[in-house]
């Protein structure tokens, strides 16, 4: 490697043969970054059939890795670390390793993805190759074998919706965080539900289940007590985590928090509709059929909703680094048909 970086969470290299481990076999990282937490997946560089899952060597999971959330600094430290975590409990060093591809939440600019792509060249060695993407990206792959096309969906703690043509073209609506109206987004639904318990409070709005119901879950005794709580650490993933309680509280007719998952359906809904508009997924004749891939906690808040996922994003950047080397090596290693 380049240099030594938090010797910490590099130590275990040293107990690993030089050939990187693993008996000399190649991995891919593959990591999907979100603002509730980051996970890391390990895969082999080998040949697999879309009708078996792809193979996993290992996975870990960490914090935070949008620095809009938590800051430049504590981000790439969290990426750090789960990616360490994942060679370690992979066997593997850095010298194993052939590509990375990071979908990261808040990577919206070439600058953000240059500032990553710099960083990653501090770490691993000078022949591995570098992906950096928003978590859409990774989220759509995730649903496709890792072929870019179609539309995602994406209803997290934030959310966002992307698409891609077959020919290269893209195009996202929303994603620009809570301040800049996600409102289809779990922070978005749960700082509605915040808002409705202080209006109903006030007499400003209707009473509601949601005062009984949040006012439980924070263990809290009355809704003078969210502000403190609230402002206390107003982190987004940690409003998000309301999102169960406002899903409870409309399955179980509570007027105000079904009015609030309306707004977030119409809302997501929306920015779907927006990407397929501009790129023209539909078709001409609006008939054409293209990939929708949905994933996202609000959208897997009640087991009863099924989206129908393939493998989890993590996996999906890893499938983006997969096909650009096996497509590498096809090019390098062309087969010659003797007939």
């Not at 190649?26 to 059939?49: A, E, H």
């Not at 922070?187 to 318990?197: D, N």
């Not at 005062?211 to 650490?233: F, K, M, N, R």
């Not at 949905?294 to 680094?321: F, S, Y």
């Amino acid at each position: 490697m380049k240099r030594e970086r938090k010797g910490d969470i590099w130590d275990f290299e040293h107990e690993i043969p030089a050939t990187g481990g693993g008996g000399g076999e190649k991995l891919i990282l593959g990591l999907d970054g979100g603002t509730s937490n980051t996970i890391c997946v390990c895969m082999p560089v080998i040949p697999f059939t879309s009708n078996h899952s792809p193979p996993v060597y290992a996975r870990a999971v960490a914090g935070c890795s949008n620095h809009n959330s938590v800051g430049e600094s504590a981000a790439r430290e969290t990426l750090e670390q789960v990616m360490a975590e994942a060679l370690l409990k992979s066997g593997c060093s850095r010298s194993a390793v052939r590509a990375v591809c990071l979908a990261v939440s808040g990577v919206n600019h070439p600058t953000d993805q240059q500032r990553i792509l710099d960083w990653l060249s501090d770490i691993f060695a000078s022949d591995v190759e570098f992906f950096v993407e928003n978590d859409a990206v990774a989220a759509l792959a995730s649903g496709t074998m890792g072929k870019l096309h179609g539309c995602v969906l994406i209803a997290g703690t934030g959310t966002i919706a992307y698409g891609y043509t077959e020919d290269g073209r893209e195009a996202r609506a929303s994603g620009a965080g809570p301040v800049l109206g996600d409102w289809g987004s779990g922070y978005g639904i749960a700082a509605k539900a915040l808002t409705s318990v202080i209006r109903s409070y006030d007499g400003r709005g209707p009473e509601t289940m949601l005062t009984c119901s949040v006012l439980h879950q924070l263990q809290l005794s009355s809704p003078d007590e969210l502000i403190g709580w609230t402002y206390a650490d107003p982190s987004w993933a940690r409003i998000a985590n309301l999102v169960p309680v406002v899903v409870s509280c409309a399955e179980a007719g509570d007027q105000v928090a079904n009015d609030i998952l309306l707004h977030a359906v119409q809302e997501l809904a929306s920015s779907v509709k927006a990407v397929v508009h501009r790129l023209g997924l539909c078709g001409k004749d609006g008939k054409a059929s293209f990939p929708l891939v949905m994933v996202g906690n609000v959208l897997e808040a009640n087991r009863r909703w099924d989206i129908g996922k393939e493998v989890e994003p993590a996996v999906g950047a890893a499938l983006l680094a997969w096909n650009y080397v096996i497509e590498q090596y096809q090019q390098e290693h062309p087969v010659v048909d003797y007939d």
